[in-house]
């Protein structure tokens, strides 16, 4: 079956500009997460949804990150006033469920964003 | 607080030789879960397994086995007769579960790089 799919999965960007990154999830997922991967570095979480519900967001880094799942699948991130800091892969996750035992996550393939 | 140290950077080893990949975690939840996740070139990161903290049996897949000692908070994965598709980033991850939103701690993981 279709795993996790990400668009785009390249975007260069200017500093400054907004930006949205897309994620699909293995249909029939209702939790999604979302991981940003420096370069060398493991995945570090940024949000949660359970369905439609962003049930922890404590990692997102400010207030310029922001990421919505209106339909309790596709869910987007948001990223305004892009910083060259901002330069890393995020990778989308999705798993069965989220609210009883701690299921594994699958991702995709990320996308890969440089803020020039 | 949750962490998990991956104190191997990288590893090379030549084909068939037995590799083991070192996983040390900290958490104060007496419920939780480890995960190994496999990074190829590719990019996109692969589940190989799930360990719950109250099932400490050892697990074999194949060339792939797990040995998880809640008495030294490990988690180590080793390759037996190590191939070259073998060669990856690694991460080990610990979730603690529904409570505390599922999210996954990763390592700085290990690269392996297995030579013909």
């Known amino acids: 079956g279709a795993g996790v799919s990400q668009t785009p999965s390249n975007k260069v960007t200017e500093k400054g500009k907004y930006v949205e990154l897309r994620c699909d999830p293995i249909?029939?997922?209702?939790?999604l997460y979302w991981y940003r991967q420096s370069l060398g570095q493991g995945p570090e979480f940024l949000i949660y949804?359970?369905?439609?519900?962003?049930?922890?967001d404590s990692g997102l880094p400010n207030d310029r990150f922001f990421a919505v799942r209106p339909e309790g699948s596709v869910s987007t991130l948001k990223i305004q006033r892009t910083e060259r800091g901002d330069s890393a892969v995020y990778l989308c996750?999705?798993?069965?469920?989220?609210?009883?035992?701690?299921?594994?996550?699958?991702f995709g393939p990320g996308t890969r964003l440089t803020v020039t | 607080a949750q962490k998990v140290t991956q104190a191997q950077t990288e590893i090379s080893v030549v084909e068939k030789e037995d590799v083991t990949l070192d996983c040390v975690y900290e958490?104060?939840?007496?419920?939780?879960?480890l995960f190994w996740y496999k990074q190829p070139p590719s990019g996109e990161l692969v589940f190989l397994i799930r360990?719950?903290?109250?099932?400490?049996q050892n697990e074999i897949s194949g060339r792939y086995s797990w040995n998880f000692q809640k008495s030294t908070s490990s988690f180590n994965f080793t390759i037996t007769a190590s191939q070259v598709v073998d060669s990856a980033v690694y991460f080990c991850a610990l979730s603690e579960g529904p409570e505390r939103g599922n999210k996954l701690v990763f390592g700085a993981g290990t690269i392996l790089r297995v030579k013909s």
């Open positions: 249909s029939g997922h209702t939790a």
């Open positions: 996750a999705s798993s069965v469920t989220g609210d009883a035992l701690s299921y594994e996550q699958y």
């Open positions: 949804f359970q369905g439609t519900g962003a049930a922890d």
């Open positions: 360990r719950n903290s109250f099932d400490e």
């Open positions: 958490t104060r939840d007496t419920t939780y879960y």
